[in-house]
């Protein structure tokens, strides 16, 4: 039988920074007869955790609430009409909980973990039954509790809306969980990948992680005309997987092919838009805004992280449940490469 309480990470309101993360104690929710009660095992952060609490995030929130979108752990109980689950399965988040198949709408945005829904920085958590996914055969819960977001919103990027082909090329920028996930995704795929770091020492990871071209952007800053001369024929890149939003998209469109499209992810290179999407008509591109995605497209991830042996990049750096505030400020800091993770005990 679980415990009567848990033990939870929860964030007063947005905006009010790492410090006001609390680490309490609070009842473990009864399970009604659709959902099911996990114990988690790991869990792990994004960007958007970071940008919750420190009021960067542009989508709608609902605080109070339980942190965290990713967490992967163990079924312990399961309600009267759940047909999905037993006791002792494995299983991984959704992040969006209402956003079971097809193209994302308006409720479903309403129903992200750790932003609308209480998340999964916890022990013990209750979801409805179709609010999880079963964890691949071929990792570990440390592993599996990375791809609720990150890799999913990546797969979002690369097959969601124009599926990559073999011998294609994807641009992935940095270090972070969705670049190097868009990184494993496209190799495995046979496409030829280009990455852009700012250190040499991270060239040399990513290099190992398979990328065929990396560029210092800090010692190249016209890195676009660069990642378009290293394609075939000069043609431009396919997929880009753009994560610096503001900062990095006048670059992204200088490297896209025509008919290319450019997956906008996220803003860590700042708000201030420097490049106007009107670009995108000289450019015959598509720039697509993605909201990570639903339970069928996280299904099919799943399986080709099990085909193809797909292992997550997770920092070397694995935080206790405990420590949960010292890993945002961690992640805060870019002193990770790839995921960040927190065991929970």
């Known amino acids: 039988m679980p ?14 920074g790492f410090d006001s993360l609390a680490f309490i104690d609070a009842p473990v929710p009864k399970v009604g007869e659709n959902e099911v009660l996990v114990k988690l095992h790991a869990a792990s952060l994004n960007f ?20 965290g979108s990713d967490g992967a752990g163990e079924v312990v109980e399961v309600g009267s009409r759940v047909s999905r689950w037993k006791k002792g399965d494995k299983v991984v988040t959704l992040f969006s909980q209402g956003h079971q198949f097809g193209d994302v709408d308006s409720v479903a945005t309403m129903t992200g973990l750790g932003g609308m829904l209480d998340g999964a920085l916890r022990q013990y958590g209750v979801f409805n039954e179709s609010g999880l ?4 055969k071929n990792l570990s819960l440390v592993e599996a509790s990375t791809l609720s977001c990150a890799a999913l919103t990546s797969w ?23 670049s190097v996930f868009g990184l494993q995704f496209a190799k495995a795929a046979g496409a030829t990948v280009i990455a852009t770091t700012s250190t040499n020492e991270k060239a040399a990871v990513l290099k190992k992680l398979g990328a065929d071209h990396v560029i210092n ?29 503001a900062g990095t998209l006048e670059q992204s469109l200088k490297a896209i092919k025509l008919e290319g499209v450019i997956s906008i992810i996220g803003f860590v290179a700042g708000l201030e838009v420097k490049a106007s999407l009107i670009e995108c008509l000289n450019h015959c591109c598509i720039a697509r805004g993605v909201y990570v995605g639903s339970r069928a497209l996280m299904e099919d991830m799943l399986a080709a992280i099990e085909a193809n042996d797909i292992h997550p990049v997770v920092d070397p750096r694995v935080f ?24 929970i005990e």
């Not at 929130?61 to 339980?66: N, Y």
């Open 48 to 67: 958007r955790d970071l940008a919750i609490a420190t009021g960067l995030y542009p989508l709608p929130t609902k605080t109070p609430v339980v942190v």
């Open 156 to 178: 979002n990027a690369l097959y969601g809306l124009k599926p990559l082909k073999p011998g294609g090329t994807v641009l992935v920028q940095g270090t972070g969980g969705v």
């Open 3 to 16: 415990p009567s309480n848990t033990k939870q990470w929860y964030l007063p309101g947005k905006g009010t």
């Open 217 to 245: 952007y800090k010692e190249d800053p016209n890195w676009g005309e660069t990642a378009k001369k290293l394609t075939r024929n000069g043609v431009g890149v396919d997929h880009i997987i753009e994560i610096g939003g």
């Open 320 to 343: 206790s449940f405990e420590d949960a505030r010292e890993a945002y400020e961690y992640m805060g800091g870019m002193k990770h490469f790839g995921k960040v993770v927190i065991k």
């Open 133 to 136: 996914v079963r964890a691949p």
